[in-house]
C-alpha cells in the first residue's frame, strides 16, 4: 500500500489540481502556445504524478476490483454531469486496471512486444480506424473516454483512455521488472508533452499518443531490456558427462548413509 508521507502528497496533489480545475475559468487567458506550454510542462505532468505516487497500488490483491469500481463512479459522475471528478475517476480507473493488466505479463519480452505494437495499431487507429471515427462523429464518446486537460480561460486538451492504461502499464513494468521508474516516467510524459505540441504545431485535430508512451519506455531502459532479455534467451548451461556421474555418486552415498 502507498505509504504515509506518499498518500499525504498525493491527497496535496490531488486537492490543487482538484482547485484548479473548478477555477480555471477565472485564470487567465493566453495565446496558444502559452495553453501548449502550460499543458506540457505543468498540467500534465501534475495529473501523471498521481499515477507514480500510486504506484505501490501495483501489488494490491484488489487493484483490479479498485479500478473496475472508478470505472463505475466515473461513469455515474459523467451522467451526473460532475465533470472535474468524473475527469480524475476515470484517470484513477485507468491507471488501476492498467496496474492489474501488467498482472497477466509473465516476463518482460511480453511489455516489450507490446511497446512494438501498439503505436502502429493506434496510428491506423487514429488516422483510419475507430478512433478517428469517434472523434469526428461521436464527441460526446469521446469525451466520457477520455481525460481533459483543461487550460486557463478555454479551451481543453484530450488523453484517450487506453493511452492512460498503457502509461499505467509501462510505469508499473518499469518496477516490476527493475529498470528506471523515474525516467520511465518522465520520458513517457515528456513524450506526451511532445505529441501536443507536434499537433498544435501541424495544426492536426489529434496525433496518436502511444507511440510517445511507448518511446518513453523504450528508450531510459533500452540498455537493461537489451540485458533482460538476453538473460531470458541464454540457455540453460550444461551439465558434463563427468558432473552427472558425480552427482549420482553424491546421492547413491546420502542414501546410504
Known amino acids: 500500500m502507498v505509504g504515509r508521507a ?4 498525493g491527497s496535496a496533489l490531488f486537492a490543487a489540481l482538484l482547485v484548479y480545475y473548478e477555477t480555471s475559468e477565472h485564470w487567465w487567458n493566453a495565446s496558444v ?4 506550454a502550460w499543458i506540457a510542462c505543468v498540467l500534465m505532468p501534475a495529473t501523471f504524478a498521481l499515477v507514480l505516487i500510486a504506484l505501490p497500488l501495483r501489488t494490491w490483491r484488489w487493484v483490479g476490483a479498485a479500478g473496475a469500481g472508478f470505472a463505475g463512479l466515473a461513469a455515474i459522475l459523467t451522467f451526473a454531469e460532475a465533470d472535474v471528478l468524473a475527469n480524475f475517476a476515470r484517470l484513477a480507473a485507468a491507471s488501476l486496471l492498467g496496474f492489474w493488466f501488467l ?4 516476463a518482460v519480452s511480453w511489455v516489450v512486444l507490446v511497446a ?11 488516422w483510419r480506424g ?4 469517434i472523434t469526428e462523429q461521436h464527441v460526446e464518446v469521446f469525451n466520457s473516454l477520455s481525460i481533459a486537460f483543461i487550460v486557463p480561460g478555454d479551451g481543453v486538451a ?7 492504461l498503457f502509461f499505467a502499464v509501462f510505469l508499473a513494468a518499469s518496477v516490476r521488472f527493475d529498470l528506471r521508474p ?8 515528456a513524450g506526451l508533452g511532445l505529441t501536443m505540441i507536434l499537433a498544435t504545431w501541424w495544426d492536426v485535430s489529434g496525433l496518436p499518443a502511444l507511440p510517445a508512451i511507448s518511446l518513453g519506455f523504450l528508450l531510459p531502459n533500452a540498455d537493461l531490456l537489451w540485458r533482460r532479455l538476453r538473460t531470458q534467451r541464454a540457455p540453460a548451461p550444461a551439465v558434463s558427462e563427468t558432473s552427472q556421474r558425480s552427482l549420482i555418486e553424491v546421492s547413491d552415498t546420502a542414501t546410504k548413509e
Open 6 to 9: 506518499p498518500a499525504l502528497l
Open 33 to 36: 502556445w502559452w495553453d501548449v
Open 103 to 106: 498482472g497477466l505479463f509473465e
Open 116 to 126: 512494438c505494437i501498439i503505436p502502429w495499431v493506434d496510428a491506423y487507429s487514429v
Open 130 to 133: 475507430p478512433t478517428k471515427q
Open 158 to 164: 484530450r488523453l484517450g483512455l487506453p493511452d492512460v
Open 182 to 189: 523515474f525516467w520511465t516516467w518522465l520520458g513517457m510524459t
